[in-house]
């Protein structure tokens, strides 16, 4: 098999990800690391500096808002939360893979036949 089958790059799925993470309840990065890695696009837990970056992305175009913590013990954390126009984005990017969920299968579906 091809070295590249399949090497399709699954960093382009973090926004999503940290997105779908974010509906689900506010959250701060360490947190989010670990959450997004059970979607399954991306191989182990995502690489900090990677979500980090994305998260300040989001947060300077109003996709999600970031506040600081400072309860309980330890240093004070920044806290995430999805912003209406984040699930906006959200339900875009919904939306893109469905159809390219039903492209995929309509091109398997055809392999599948011609055997």
Known sequence: MSKNVGSGKPQRYIQPSLLMALSMGSSYGYELIQTIGEYGFLRGDAPPGMVYRHLRQMDEEGLVLSRWDSRGDGPAKRVYSITPEGREILEAWVLHMERQRD?????????????
């Open 103 to 115: 492209a995929l299968d309509g091109f398997i579906l055809r392999y599948r036949r011609k055997k």
